[in-house]
Structure formats: C-alpha cells, structure tokens
C-alpha cells in the first residue's frame, strides 16, 4: 500500500508532468494540493482513464485539494469540519483497500507576514487541524493526515536556519503547533523510519535552489498509531524536481503493509 502527498502547483498548468510522475511513483493514494483550479475544472478524464477514483474540493485560481486512489473510496469529507472555512484546504476519505485505511489530504495555509491576520488565520487551522485529530484518534483506526504543512519541523529540516527563522513555517509557535499533533500520538512517518537530516521536498523556483538543495522539508506524512504500526518506508521522490515544469514541491511516499 503507497500513499503519497504532493503539492502539484497547479494541475492544469503541468498535467503531462503530473501524469508521468503518477505513473512513475505507482500509488494507490495520492493526496494532491495547490490544484489551483474549481472543482469542476478538475481532469477527471485523465486521471479516471489511468484507473483513479477522484475525490476533489477546488477553488478558482488558489488553494484546492484531491485525493486520488486506485481503490474504491467512501465517507468522504470536503473542508476540515472543526472549522469554518471558505478555503479548499482540506479532504479525506476512508480507502478501501484490503485492510481499509483512512486518509487525510490537505494544505495548511502558509502564514507570511508574521505576525498578522494571514498568520492568525494559521494558527486558528492548525488548532482546528488538532481538534479534528483528537476526534479521529478517537474512532481507533489506522488514519494518515498528508500534505503540505508549511512547517519546518526542526532546524535540520532546512538548508539554512537563519534564512527561515523569521519565517511563519519556523516560528516557534508552528513549531509547537505542529508538536502538538505529535503528542496526541501521530507520529512524523518519515522521522520514524528515516530521519536523516537535510532532506528536503520543496526548493524554491528563483536562485537556482534546486541545484544549491536548498531546500525544506514542509511536506509530511503524520500516522495514526495504528497506521504507524503497518508503515514500512517512506520516499521523497525527488526526481519530479528534475522534469520539465516541475512543481516547487516533489511528492513524498509512505509504504505501508496492506
């Protein structure tokens, strides 16, 4: 079982790149966002053609968010229900693979400038982003909340701490915010079965930060203790950096017993 998270920059803008890295990462989840596009706008056709079931909140121009799986999907849920909010930020299904498993797509908002009500905003997701995972904890199933978090969790999580810390992804306070998930008991899939520092999903377009890997780690994979339980590896495909009109942004890949 291969669930994956990316932040694809807009689907329209690079559906062929989208399309090659799809079948090239070989998932049964992927959780997209950034898709910058209305639901209704969404490719449906291409991805049902290539075998997807598609679960999709969108907004014009900004934000959206899919879950895309090779399975069948029910009990699906568009917005994070413990707060109101008329942003695309969030979804979630339960996939019914052999040993069926719930899944979490969303995009946490960036925050900048900080201080101010884009940063408010931020920490008020992320406390209802906490609310919705004490709830789920609750049902006692295997779940995996990914996507992009702008959040750097830790200093070694990015190429240069100076340049980020006056930043909304590595305040302290997202830093906390970002722990407190943790000690409900989720645990940072990549932390627990790599853990290296320095290993980046998103490189800046400007400066050549690519070929510099000057990068952060702000894409994450957070697994409820009885996903944890099943997970086995977990891969950043960095590769979809390399093609051409590529998102900033390369996928992030949770291996999991099935």
């Given amino acids: 079982m291969r669930i994956a998270t990316w932040n694809v920059n807009s689907i329209k803008a690079r559906l062929p790149t989208v399309l090659e890295v799809l079948d090239a990462i070989n998932c049964d989840v992927v959780c997209l966002q950034e898709i910058k596009c209305e639901t209704d706008a969404f490719p449906y056709l291409e991805l049902e053609e290539r075998g997807w079931n598609c679960a999709v909140l969108g907004q014009k121009s900004y934000n959206g968010v899919a879950l895309l799986s090779k399975h069948e999907i029910e009990d699906v849920t568009k917005g994070l229900p413990t707060i109101e909010d008329d942003q695309a930020r969030y979804i979630e299904a339960l996939v019914l693979s052999e040993h069926p498993i719930r899944v979490g797509g969303l995009y946490l908002p960036n925050g900048n400038p900080a201080p101010g009500p884009k940063y408010d905003y931020k920490m008020e997701w ?17 779940f995996v909340l990914c996507g992009d978090y702008n959040c750097i969790p830790t200093p070694e999580d990015c190429w240069d701490e100076t340049v980020w810390q006056n930043d909304a992804l590595a305040l302290p ?32 377009y400007q400066g050549g930060a690519f070929k510099k890997d000057h990068g952060i780690r702000i894409d994450h994979l957070l697994c409820s203790p009885q996903a944890c339980d099943r997970l086995q590896s977990v891969e950043i495909y960095r590769k979809a950096r390399e093609l051409d009109k590529p998102s900033d942004h390369v996928p992030v890949i949770g291996v999991f017993e099935d």
């Avoid at 992320?126 to 295997?142: F, G, I, S, V």
């Avoid at 409900?184 to 290993?199: I, N």
């Fill in 173 to 204: 306070q997202t830093r906390s915010e970002f722990r407190k998930l943790k000690y409900l008991g989720l645990a940072d899939s990549f932390e627990l079965t790599d853990g290296r520092a320095h290993q980046y999903t998103f490189w800046d």
């Fill in 126 to 142: 992320m406390d209802a982003l906490e609310q919705h995972a004490r709830n789920l904890l609750k049902q006692d199933e295997a």
